[in-house]
């Protein structure tokens, strides 16, 4: 985990209109997660996606997200959106995921009670992960569904970059931060009016919710 003195990056994931992506650049937003896993109610056809692509801002990450998809869905969607990462949220090991020449997130339930919470096993079972997403669904299940994340359950000291998901929202997002100081902050559904349609108010308000609270990071710091 970073110090107190970080920024904690933002993470929009789940987006479908342009227009979405559009106003997730001009909020300042890092990365913005475009789902073409089958079992998502905000999947996008890889077609679709490129409209996305083109209405992403300078110096924002895409990230193509999916869940047990195939080699070859993978590489249409790549060729559609020529995404900045991926990130694979299903059953897949470090050689299907390093296979695509490009860095990778490995998205990881934490709901179910045996699910892997160590950082030593994490590292073994995916050494050349860019970072770990860390959702509050169980094994097998699609994210995005908003479903908490027990922080309880966050590795200590993961030694990578780690975003927490899972029922993330404006009125909890800062208290989330606090507990655990992760190196960013994954959201979908809770900057919703519906599945894959945001809310641009509710956007709006995740951004600065977040920014409050690393400043009120930085201030304790700075006083203690």
């Known amino acids: 985990m970073p110090g107190a003195l970080s920024r904690t990056r933002i993470k929009f994931c789940g987006l479908t209109r342009p227009g979405d992506v559009r106003l997730a650049g001009e909020l300042g937003v890092d990365a913005v997660g475009v789902i073409f896993a089958a079992k998502s ?12 692509r083109q209405a992403l801002a300078p110096l924002v990450d895409l990230v193509a997200l999916f869940m047990d998809n195939s080699e070859r869905e993978v ?18 090991d470090d050689a299907f995921c390093r296979r695509f020449g490009l860095p990778y997130l490995k998205g990881l339930g934490l709901g179910d009670a045996d699910a892997v919470c160590d950082a030593g096993v994490l590292h073994r079972r995916w050494p ?15 994210g995005g569904s908003g479903q908490r994340l027990d922080l309880s359950r966050v590795p200590a ?7 927490l998901a899972g029922g993330l929202a404006p009125d909890n997002v800062a208290a989330a931060i606090h507990a655990v100081r ?4 994954d ?38």
């Open 41 to 52: 109610c905000r999947r996008v056809e890889p077609a679709q996606a490129g409209a996305l």
């Open 75 to 92: 590489r249409a969607a790549i060729a559609h959106v020529h995404p900045t990462l991926l990130q694979f949220h299903g059953s897949e």
């Open 128 to 142: 050349h992960a860019a970072g770990f997403v860390l959702d509050g669904h169980g094994a097998g299940q699609a």
């Open 157 to 163: 000291n993961l030694g990578k970059p780690c975003l």
């Open 182 to 185: 992760p190196w960013g902050v």
């Open 187 to 224: 959201v979908a559904g809770g900057i919703e009016s519906s599945p894959g349609i945001k809310d641009g108010a509710l956007m709006q308000q995740f951004v600065e919710a977040v920014r409050r609270a690393d400043a009120e990071a930085a201030t304790d710091a700075a006083i203690g």
